[in-house]
């Protein structure tokens, strides 16, 4: 199945700094999801993007719904110690039986 | 408080032996899924379920078997035909499998081999 291109696979920054990663499609995704994984739990769901263009926060982080619907940002501002862990996006197209296709991950180490 | 149960969080096959991963949950939502993640990976699909006593294979359903007797429930069982089982595997429930609702996420079992 197809998996989507998301980069970097890893960043290892200093507490403060902000972050920025993104994931990107061959094709068009009605819906963009962002989740953040710690280690040995189940991915916690962080934004639910459901336009293109649209813009949406919570708390430090804020992603947005690529205009071309085949792409989608996160940003981490000021980054802290709790945000260590692996974010995958995922997307849905929403056409019949489609499923929830995972973008391969990116680790965030930070570094004391 | 509702959410996604998953049991047991470790578990340990020996060659030839079938197990059953458990997956429960509380927040009556109508799509279910079993996802199987390898180390640095993302997830892949194994099994997914729409409704009470339908599922469709994803894309790795080879050695594995599920069942959705109950709506709450999405049992998956590794068999051994599956050859190489070690893995992280996660289910995951939405309120409908063709709606643009997000899946939450249990908090896994891993499995590995004796």
């Known amino acids: 199945g197809q998996q989507l291109n998301q980069s970097p696979q890893s960043m290892f920054i200093q507490e403060g700094e902000d972050v920025s990663m993104n994931c990107t499609s061959s094709?068009?995704?009605?819906?963009w999801l962002w989740y953040k994984q710690d280690p040995g739990e189940g991915p916690v769901l962080l934004i639910a993007?459901?336009?293109?263009?649209e813009l949406t926060s919570n708390g430090r982080l804020t992603a947005q719904f690529g205009i071309t619907r085949k792409d989608s940002f996160l940003n981490i501002s000021a980054s802290i110690p709790s945000d260590v862990g692996i974010y995958f996006c995922?997307?849905?197209?929403?056409?019949?039986?489609?499923?929830?296709?995972f973008g391969t991950g990116t680790r965030l180490t930070i570094i004391p | 408080d509702g959410g996604i149960t998953q049991s047991p969080k470790y578990l340990f096959r020996k060659e030839g032996q079938n197990v059953t991963l458990s997956c429960e949950q509380n927040?009556?939502?109508?799509?279910m899924y079993w996802y199987r993640q390898d180390p640095g990976q993302g997830l892949r699909l194994i099994y997914y379920?729409?409704?009470?006593?339908?599922?469709q294979k994803g894309d790795i359903a080879e050695g594995y078997s599920v069942s959705r007797e109950k709506k709450e429930s999405f049992p998956l069982t590794v068999t051994s035909a599956q050859k190489n089982p070690t893995a992280f595997y996660l289910c995951?429930?939405?309120?409908?499998?063709?709606?643009?609702?997000?899946?939450?996420f249990g908090d896994g079992t891993r499995l590995s081999i004796l």
């Open positions: 995951a429930s939405s309120i409908q499998e063709t709606s643009n609702q997000p899946q939450h």
């Open positions: 094709s068009i995704f009605n819906t």
């Open positions: 993007l459901y336009k293109a263009g």
């Open positions: 995922a997307g849905l197209r929403n056409f019949g039986n489609e499923k929830l296709t």
């Open positions: 927040l009556n939502h109508d799509a």
């Open positions: 379920s729409q409704i009470v006593n339908d599922f």
